[in-house]
């Protein structure tokens, strides 16, 4: 009954005809039906905490596209602020987060199982959409990764090259270790409750993999990720984990045999072609149309989609963006990439 879900089908590692198809930050500020609820809440914090609210992000998207899947509507972020860090957002900035950078910060952390009771809207949310998806749609929650929850964590915002932690990392490796691992069991802790709250596939984001080089990728990114989906394949059989390693470029090689996962995501710089040749040939891929089609259009978007999926057609695919949708996108755009795809004009 549920692998007759085509994404859950895809990520078994079956070829389907068309790809299914969800996307990056579906439920988002492109949208005004999310600005609206955005209002509603008050900011996007008190959003990500409402159950009632953040459940009607999640099916907007639903609504107006019918994508396959739904990703649970919340933020990577949510964990340090269960683990006892303040999190605010900047209106037209982004994160700002208080920062651990000596033992007294990280002290301070609750244990990783003490996360729940912030969390507990969050599960609510899961259950609310368990119950109210199309039987056709896929619930997918997520975490971030070790490495980019850290980040954040270390600096107290988004860095253009993870500065402050690449320097934790060199000048106290025994505090950024031990940071990394309240994070990982934080991580496995907050998936487990979504998992049993009723998503269907987890997602993990590592946003900044890209940023780890040589023998700190395979400690910091890969690792981390397949104790992860270790502990998750052990609580959770049968549960498809997703990852995204961004950036990782030729670590995308491998990258799903090494950790265990069921699918890897590549981000707007992968070559397709490439990816079918070296990623595709382990099993199941995601995405990877360059966002800025969503804001620009017309035919590059129509040429650039029925390419992906040609290439990818030989083995199992779902269709995404290669990074989350932005702001200024057209909702139109949205729905002619799905015309795209669905229409099967490509294949001829
Ligand atoms: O994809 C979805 O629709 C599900 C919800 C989701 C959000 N963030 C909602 C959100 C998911 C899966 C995330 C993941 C996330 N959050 C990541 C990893 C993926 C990636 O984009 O690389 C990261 C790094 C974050 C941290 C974060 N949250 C940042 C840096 C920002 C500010 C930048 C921005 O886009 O504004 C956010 C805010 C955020 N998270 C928004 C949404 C819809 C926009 C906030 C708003 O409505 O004002």
């Not at 990703?71 to 860090?85: K, R, S, T």
């Not at 900044?208 to 890969?222: C, N, R, T």
């Not at 059989?237 to 670590?251: L, N, S, T, Y």
Request: proline letters at 6%; a negative charge; one cysteine or more.
């Amino acid at each position: 009954m549920a692998k007759e879900k085509l994404i859950l089908r895809a990520l078994a590692g079956e070829t389907l005809d068309t790809p299914p198809i969800w996307m990056m930050r579906q439920a988002g500020r492109y949208l005004p039906e999310y600005r609206a609820t955005r209002a509603e809440a008050g900011d996007f914090l008190s959003l990500c905490y409402n159950s009632d609210l953040a459940a009607e992000v999640t099916l907007q998207p639903i609504r107006r596209y019918g994508f396959d899947a739904a990703i649970l509507f919340a933020d990577i972020l949510l964990i340090p602020q269960a683990l006892g860090a303040d999190l605010w957002f900047v209106t037209g900035e982004g994160p700002r987060l208080s920062t651990i950078t000596d033992q007294a910060g990280f002290d301070a952390l609750k244990p990783g199982d003490a996360i729940h009771d912030l969390l507990a809207p969050v599960y609510g949310t899961v259950r609310t959409l368990a119950r109210e998806l199309p039987k056709e749609t896929t619930l997918i929650g997520f975490a971030g990764a070790p490495w980019t929850v850290a980040t954040y964590m270390i600096a107290g915002r988004g860095t253009p090259d993870q500065g402050p932690a690449h320097a934790l990392k060199a000048g106290n490796r025994p505090l950024f270790r031990a940071l990394m691992g309240r994070i990982e069991e934080a991580t496995i802790e907050y998936l487990s409750a979504q998992i049993e709250a009723g998503a269907e596939v987890v997602k993990l984001f590592d946003s900044w993999a890209g940023s780890l080089k040589g023998e700190d990728f395979q400690e910091f990114a890969l690792e981390p990720t397949r104790r992860i989906i270790a502990e998750m394949k052990v609580r959770h059989p049968g549960i498809p984990v997703i990852v995204f390693p961004r950036e990782a470029g030729e670590k995308y090689i491998g990258f799903s045999k090494a950790t265990g996962a069921d699918c890897v995501a590549l981000d707007n710089s992968v070559d397709a072609a490439w990816a079918a040749e070296h990623v595709q040939v382990d099993g199941c891929v995601q995405g990877n149309l360059k966002s800025s089609h969503m804001v620009t259009g017309g035919q590059a978007l129509v040429d650039e989609t029925g390419e992906i999926c040609r290439v990818l057609s030989k083995g199992p695919h779902i269709f995404n963006l290669g990074h989350g949708i932005t702001p200024d996108a057209d909702p139109e755009n949205v729905q002619l990439m799905i015309d795209t795809v669905r229409n099967g004009a490509w294949k001829g």
